[in-house]
């Protein structure tokens, strides 16, 4: 479950000082594991004919040939090392927070206001935009929750989630499963999901995290393109390892799933 060097994500989080406001619910840590992701997001009502798949090399063309296509949403996990930590700070430093809402949003963002809960957060991003939007079953929780949230500010649609009933639900049906002992829902564990889609609205790659002050454009692509190509891969992906490369503090360990069209 991993690409460039079997990135050790067992339970990918967002770590609990870094939440927005006073985070009174805990949620379980998922773990990286394109099953249980696929599992959450089918009992919230996405079409079985998307899932989550491991991207094991984004340098092999070989190996990468093997994902189904097109890629929909990238979730990167990855550990929060002091690098990333200090990238994050400083290009948010200039930023206003985001008070976009409405269909007229380039994406849908979510702000994270659940410890623990920046798995189930990207995954939400990753469902809510681009295509993949498409495949969401009329009717649904997913579908109520959507609809529900797109009129709001951020304040609002992170209380809309922190709220649900069935969402939490969802999440922790599925945060038990997996291949590793579920860990405590108040366990800190310094691992990040952060998720990357393409818009419908303006073709621009976007950055989806809901630690940050609000979603980041990474750049425009090409008709064709989709979010696992070279080019989005280079305005992504590519970015995180440089800059870890230039720190000094060698390979970055972690971790790529993709949502795409489903084997079966």
């Known amino acids: 479950?991993?690409?460039?060097?079997?990135?050790?994500?067992?339970?990918?989080?967002?770590?609990?000082?870094?939440?927005?406001?006073?985070?009174?619910?805990?949620?379980?840590?998922?773990?990286?594991?394109?099953?249980?992701?696929?599992?959450?997001?089918?009992?919230?009502?996405?079409?079985?004919?998307?899932?989550?798949?491991?991207?094991?090399?984004i340098d092999d063309p070989d190996l990468l040939a093997f994902v189904p296509r097109p890629a929909y949403a990238l979730?990167?996990?990855?550990?929060?090392?002091?690098?990333?930590?200090?990238?994050?700070?400083?290009?948010?430093?200039?930023?206003?927070?985001?008070t976009g809402f409405g269909e007229g949003e380039p994406v849908v963002w979510y702000r994270q206001t659940i410890k623990n809960a920046c798995g189930l957060i990207g995954l939400l991003h990753g469902v809510s935009n681009g295509e993949a939007r498409d495949f969401i079953k009329s009717s649904s929780d997913l579908d109520h929750l959507l609809k529900s949230a797109?009129?709001?500010?951020?304040?609002?649609?992170?209380?809309?989630?922190?709220?649900?009933p069935a969402l939490e639900s969802a999440h922790q049906s599925a945060a038990v499963l997996g291949d590793t002992?579920?860990?405590?829902a108040e366990d800190k564990i310094d691992l990040h999901f952060v998720c990357f889609v393409k818009s419908k609205h303006d073709s621009h790659l976007w950055e989806l995290d809901g630690r940050r002050k609000g979603p980041l454009d990474r750049g425009v692509l090409g008709p064709e393109d989709d979010v696992l190509c070279e080019k989005a891969l280079q305005m992504g992906i590519r970015g995180f390892l440089k800059r870890e490369e230039q720190s000094g503090a060698g390979e970055m360990r972690f971790s790529l799933i993709v949502l795409s069209p489903s084997l079966e």
Not at 181 to 184: L, R
Request: hydrophobic residues 35%; negative net charge; glycine residues 6%.
């Open 150 to 164: 797109i009129p709001l500010s951020p304040g609002p649609r992170a209380d809309l989630l922190y709220n649900s």
């Open 1 to 57: 479950m991993a690409a460039e060097g079997e990135a050790q994500v067992q339970a990918p989080q967002h770590e609990g000082g870094s939440l927005s406001g006073s985070a009174k619910k805990s949620f379980i840590p998922l773990e990286n594991n394109p099953e249980v992701m696929t599992t959450l997001v089918h009992s919230l009502g996405l079409s079985r004919r998307l899932s989550f798949h491991d991207v094991f090399t």
């Open 75 to 98: 979730l990167l996990v990855f550990p929060c090392s002091d690098t990333y930590e200090k990238f994050r700070r400083e290009e948010d430093t200039e930023k206003e927070d985001y």
């Open 181 to 184: 002992a579920a860990p405590d």
